[in-house]
């Protein structure tokens, strides 16, 4: 039997980073969008938002710097290094969908989790990978994953069911913390 510690796989955008947060504080600077924007269940961002608006979120996301002042999710930084002590910790982030967001995205890490090596921090286009567990908000990237599925819960994924959901980091911990 191995020693090896089991494989954590953790998405960035909505998982360790609060993309949503970020989003509603350039809508709010933009257009006054109250950033306690009520977001109706199971609907992305831009869907509840007025419709000469709604596409405004694809001109922010491609521009350079985005991705690198998002603030971490609330006790994100504290769980993700308690979970080092029981895991092999990896992050997997989708990345070069938008050109800008590779190099942000590194910094970005470097910055809040510089406890995780590079050698951990995989950036992607597809999820095709072998873990033990994956942290991911959306089902895409957990549906033909084969180890354990863990829904990280936002606005988009509520009316999601059949899989195990965790709604904050300290429910993380909870879970996967002895």
Known sequence: MSNEKPRLAIDMDE???DTLRKFLTL????????????????KELHENLPEHI?????????EKGFFRDIP?????VETVRLLQSSYQVYVVSAAMEFRNSLE???????????F????????????????????DDR??????????KL????????????????????????????
């Open 116 to 135: 995780i090596p590079w050698t951990h921090i995989l950036f992607t286009g597809e999820k095709i990978i072998s873990a033990d567990i994956l942290i």
């Open 27 to 42: 809508y709010q600077r933009d257009f006054g969008i109250s950033p306690d924007l009520l977001q109706e269940p199971g």
């Open 151 to 178: 829904l990280f819960t936002s606005p988009h994924n509520m009316l999601i069911t059949g899989y195990e959901r965790v709604d904050s980091w300290k429910a993380v911990a909870g879970l996967l913390l002895p």
């Open 54 to 62: 709604n596409k405004q979120w694809a001109v922010y996301i491609h």
């Open 72 to 76: 971490p999710m609330p006790d994100a």
């Open 139 to 148: 089902i895409k990237n957990l549906v033909n994953f084969n180890g354990r």
């Open 104 to 114: 942000d995205k590194y910094d970005w890490l470097q910055e809040h989790f510089p």
């Open 15 to 17: 998982v360790l980073a």
